[in-house]
Nanobody
Framework: QVQLVESGGGLVQAGGSLKLSCAAS????????MGWFRQAPGKARELIAS????????DYADFVKGRFTISRDNAKNTMYLQMNKLKPEDTALYYC????????????WGKGTLVTVSS
């Protein structure tokens, strides 16, 4: 199983930007579909964006379209999430995940990085 470590979280004002990174190790990173999830206090974990291993096709949740961009660098075994125009409601613990199937729950997960957006 691949191991994942997120970084780049922090405190930012509304309207600002952050770039999260997810470093992978242990297995061939390029074989995995990758995704970013988030979980706000009292809410369920939700998928923000995903990127396929084969052709880097991306998909986004409606609430981040036009603001967030997911990307990956297979040579560096790293995935990124560029977050622009941040809103207070984007405050959450952000996780990266990797799967070789379509079942995220059975994939690998990082421990998360906290993003706090102040108004």
């Amino acid at each position: 199983q691949v191991q994942l470590v997120e970084s780049g979280g922090g405190l930012v004002q509304a309207g600002g930007s952050l770039k999260l990174s997810c470093a992978a190790s242990g297995r061939t990173f390029s074989n995995y579909h990758m995704g970013w999830f988030r979980q706000a206090p009292g809410k369920a974990r939700e998928l923000i964006a995903s990127i396929t291993w084969s052709d880097s096709t991306t998909d986004y949740a409606d609430f981040v379209k036009g603001r967030f961009t997911i990307s990956r660098d297979n040579a560096k075994n790293t995935m990124y999430l560029q977050m622009n125009k941040l809103k207070p409601e984007d405050t959450a613990l952000y996780y990266c995940a990797a799967t070789t199937t379509t079942n995220w729950a059975r994939g690998a997960w990082g421990k998360g990085t906290l993003v706090t957006v102040s108004s």
